[in-house]
């Protein structure tokens, strides 16, 4: 697939490789004459709105086992093609952006693709990243998706003593990188008696309270605290044979290699929206989910912060960014569509944050398909 148009003359695209790497280095203008661009370091254009696309779009090529398998061509065989259509633009926009000679490229066949599959994702209209990111990694999923085949020695990880054997569920790439589980405890609070539900997800949406700032660890706590079901809420009891109050837990009982964090910053007051501004302190490295996941599943509870996408302004003028770590350099930038920077690890931390990906290890450099 050939790279993108040639740079328009306004065209802006800033790094510097070396200042990446040191701490506190500000960010500065390439020079004129600098050497080639690190291969992934690649700025998007905009087609009309599509910054929350960008944004999105540059986190998930900075999750190298995610790249190496479209680069490598493994996704070949898995490829559904009756529904492949996605999958396939977004591997040759991949190959444009860790392969190709431009300094940015136009995502438009991948716009395309994804609007011929839901038709909001091809206006030239804002849209929420979260709902975007969903969409992508379940199209992916779809696409690639193949029968799970589990083999003896694979430990069925028990929520508890209720718990329900897992479904075998279909696997890819997406499930493998991204999908975790949690099982809910779930007591009637009427007859006392208690049931084990499981729930997948990729992208975990967490509570935001409306103080002036949080840490990430409060909204962690927020969601996994118990919760209690009255009113439109109830679960049906099978003890009691009706619906009933309940008290509800959640735990991970599978936590993702890579795990995605949406900070729910937007809140519904009737057919009002509005957003929520708090400053949440989230770690760089060593962010423990131990607390939330089951004990007998902790096999890597220290997660390190992979990228971020930052929303500002407001519900409907509003624009996306995103910060990602570069696999080869181990250094942060900041993709603006198409401008790139390289940013200190302190820029990191912004007000804005609303997506957050972690990854349970340090992404290696990709092998670029050799
Ligand atoms: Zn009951």
């Not at 790439?173 to 975790?180: A, D, K, R, S, Y």
């Not at 940013?343 to 990709?366: G, K, R």
Request: net charge positive; with cysteine.
């Amino acid at each position: 697939m050939a790279s993108g148009p040639p740079a328009d003359d306004d065209f802006d695209i800033y790094y510097s490789l070396s200042e990446g790497s040191s701490p506190g280095a500000g960010s500065r203008e390439r020079p004129a004459g600098a050497g080639p661009r690190a291969p992934g370091v690649t700025g998007l254009r905009n087609l009309g709105n599509t910054c929350y696309m960008n944004a999105v779009l540059q986190c998930l090529a900075s999750v190298t086992p995610l790249v190496d398998y479209f680069l490598s061509g493994k996704y070949v065989t898995a490829l559904h093609q009756d529904r492949g259509e996605v999958a396939t633009a977004f591997s040759y926009l991949l190959m444009d952006m860790w392969l190709g000679e431009a300094d940015c490229v136009a995502p438009e066949v991948f716009r395309l693709a994804v609007g011929n599959r839901c038709p909001a994702f091809g206006k030239k209209s804002q849209q929420d990243a979260q709902e975007f990111l969903s969409f992508v990694l379940n199209a992916l999923h779809e696409a690639l998706r193949k029968p799970h085949r589990r083999r003896a020695s694979e430990k069925v990880c028990r929520g508890g003593k209720a718990g329900a054997a897992a479904t075998a569920a279909d696997s890819s790439i997406v499930t493998q990188l991204f999908e975790g589980q949690l099982s809910y405890h779930v007591v009637c609070l009427k007859c006392n008696s208690c049931s084990y539900k499981r729930e997948t997800f990729t992208v975990l949406s967490l509570p935001v309270p409306s103080h002036y700032q949080c840490s990430l660890q409060e909204c962690l706590e927020r969601f996994f605290q118990q919760d209690t079901l009255r009113w439109n809420d109830q679960i049906y009891c099978s003890c009691c044979g009706a619906k009933q109050d309940a008290a509800v837990r959640a735990g991970v009982v599978k936590a993702p290699n890579v795990v995605i964090f949406h900070l729910k910053r937007f809140e519904c007051y009737g057919k009002m929206k509005r957003k929520l501004r708090t400053n949440i302190h989230y770690p760089l490295v060593n962010l423990d989910l131990s607390p939330f996941i089951y004990p007998s599943c902790r096999k890597h509870p220290k997660y390190t912060l992979w990228a971020v996408v930052n929303h500002f302004g407001d519900l409907d003028g509003g624009h996306y960014t995103a910060f990602c770590k570069h696999a080869g350099t181990q250094s942060w930038f900041s993709f603006d569509d198409t401008r790139v920077l390289a940013v200190p690890e302190a820029a990191v931390q912004t007000a804005a944050a609303y997506l957050l990906c972690y990854s349970c290890q340090p992404f290696s450099a990709p092998s670029l398909g050799c």
